[in-house]
């Protein structure tokens, strides 16, 4: 279970990662964030936000037009 959840549904690139970008900011290091978000491209931006920051992609998944990723702060 994550520590945080971002509704980012009905958002489109860039704003799903910009909101991730400030959610993760107020967890500490090595708690999670889990975001639910609508627009296909947030797959790969949120493999390349995760790669480019540091932080890990612990897990990303598709449920009907609903995609949900699960971020762990590490830095």
């Given at each position: ?5 971002l509704d980012?549904?009905?958002l489109?690139?860039?704003l ?7 959610a ?9 964030l ?5 627009d296909?491209g ?6 390349a ?21 699960l971020?762990k702060?590490t830095?």
């Open positions: 279970m994550a520590d945080e959840t980012a549904k009905g489109n690139c860039p799903p990662i910009l909101r991730a970008k400030k993760l900011n107020k967890l500490e290091q090595g708690q999670t889990e975001i639910l978000a609508t296909p947030a797959v790969k931006d949120f493999e936000f995760c790669r480019t920051t540091g932080n890990e992609l612990v897990e990303s998944n598709q449920d009907g037009d609903v995609y949900s990723f971020i702060r830095s």
